[in-house]
């Protein structure tokens, strides 16, 4: 059985480490960042409605108190957003710088928190904040040099990991005892929508047939097979496994871009990427060691 969720667990990765190449393989084929966003979310929803609205789930979301609902809303908003930044990274920046630096999520997630929440930072989780932090200034210094990267697909790309730890915030005190499948179509939908209403001022209704295939994997395999398995996967495996999993998604999707484009990371750009994830690593190390400090003391 716990060969079975380790299983699972490789597979999730596998799948949201496609998402950055196919991303940029649809960019590739002509489409816009928002409308490859627009249809990702929107197959991931129609393939989740059926189930949703047979178990009743999405029914029981639509039945919730008011400010659960507006909660919901912002977090499919910022989705879109975090969606709408990210992919457009991608088109300056290497698939493997954007996609580490938007996996500073956590440390936006904690900043946040700590001041809308005042949730302060755990002491143990700080000197790991401190490296990734030194990683991502490293790939900011090496990219305004100009010969390593671009500094505007780097700043899109930490924008991403702001909303999408907005998106993670907004979602946490939504779903509360909201059913998991009927939660992540209502919220897929509110995304799906506003990503259609940014389409016109950002790139328009830009879809070419070619790309069609990179957008159908991205909702399958990313979506589907990646975020919401990792979701699933939360009811049996400790969230402190899925995080620490989640930390090999950059180097998955820079072999996945070099297997597919050829797309070669320069040294100086891998290893400011490998600092951004070694100190997720030990930042991720450290909320595990303060958790466990406040289980003892309990």
């Given at each position: 059985m716990k060969m079975n969720k380790a299983l699972l667990v490789v597979l999730a990765v596998l799948g949201v480490s496609v998402s950055g190449p196919m991303v940029k393989w649809s960019l590739g084929c002509g489409?816009?960042?928002?409308?490859?966003?627009?249809?990702?979310?929107?197959?991931?929803?129609?393939?989740?409605?059926?189930?949703?609205?047979?178990?009743?789930?999405?029914?029981?979301?639509?039945r919730a108190p008011k400010k659960q609902l507006v909660l919901a809303c912002a977090a499919g908003f910022l989705l879109a957003l975090h969606y709408t930044s990210w992919m457009t990274s991608l088109s300056f920046a290497s698939t493997f710088v954007s996609t580490a630096l938007v996996c500073t999520q956590p440390l936006f997630v904690?900043?946040?928190?700590g001041i809308l929440l005042h949730e302060p930072i755990q002491r143990e989780a700080i000197p790991g904040a401190i490296v990734a932090i030194i990683g991502a200034a490293l790939i900011a210094l090496l990219s305004m040099t100009g010969e390593h990267g671009s500094l505007l697909g780097d700043v899109l790309a930490l924008v991403g990991a702001v909303f999408i730890a907005g998106h993670w915030l907004c979602g946490r005190a939504a779903r509360r005892n909201l059913p998991a499948i009927g939660y992540m179509t209502f919220v897929y939908l509110v995304t799906a929508v506003c990503l259609l209403c940014f389409s016109p001022f950002l790139g328009g209704f830009k879809v070419t047939l070619s790309s069609l295939g990179g957008i159908v994997v991205?909702?399958?395999v990313?979506?589907?097979?990646?975020?919401?398995?990792?979701?699933?996967?939360?009811?049996?495996?400790?969230?402190?496994?899925?995080?620490?999993?989640?930390?090999?998604?950059?180097?998955?999707?820079?072999?996945?871009?070099?297997?597919?484009f050829r797309e070669p990371v320069t040294m100086p750009l891998?290893?400011?990427?490998?600092?951004?994830?070694?100190?997720?690593?030990?930042?991720?190390?450290?909320?595990?060691?303060?958790?466990?400090?406040?289980?003892?003391?309990?």
């Amino acid at each position: 059985m716990k060969m079975n969720k380790a299983l699972l667990v490789v597979l999730a990765v596998l799948g949201v480490s496609v998402s950055g190449p196919m991303v940029k393989w649809s960019l590739g084929c002509g489409a816009s960042p928002v409308m490859i966003a627009f249809g990702r979310m929107l197959i991931s929803a129609l393939l989740l409605l059926i189930p949703a609205l047979k178990s009743g789930e999405l029914q029981a979301v639509l039945r919730a108190p008011k400010k659960q609902l507006v909660l919901a809303c912002a977090a499919g908003f910022l989705l879109a957003l975090h969606y709408t930044s990210w992919m457009t990274s991608l088109s300056f920046a290497s698939t493997f710088v954007s996609t580490a630096l938007v996996c500073t999520q956590p440390l936006f997630v904690a900043a946040l928190s700590g001041i809308l929440l005042h949730e302060p930072i755990q002491r143990e989780a700080i000197p790991g904040a401190i490296v990734a932090i030194i990683g991502a200034a490293l790939i900011a210094l090496l990219s305004m040099t100009g010969e390593h990267g671009s500094l505007l697909g780097d700043v899109l790309a930490l924008v991403g990991a702001v909303f999408i730890a907005g998106h993670w915030l907004c979602g946490r005190a939504a779903r509360r005892n909201l059913p998991a499948i009927g939660y992540m179509t209502f919220v897929y939908l509110v995304t799906a929508v506003c990503l259609l209403c940014f389409s016109p001022f950002l790139g328009g209704f830009k879809v070419t047939l070619s790309s069609l295939g990179g957008i159908v994997v991205l909702a399958l395999v990313c979506t589907l097979g990646g975020h919401a398995l990792m979701t699933y996967l939360l009811g049996f495996v400790s969230a402190d496994v899925v995080s620490f999993a989640l930390l090999g998604e950059p180097i998955g999707a820079a072999l996945w871009a070099l297997l597919l484009f050829r797309e070669p990371v320069t040294m100086p750009l891998l290893v400011g990427g490998m600092t951004v994830i070694v100190g997720l690593a030990l930042y991720t190390w450290g909320e595990m060691v303060a958790a466990k400090r406040g289980e003892s003391r309990n």
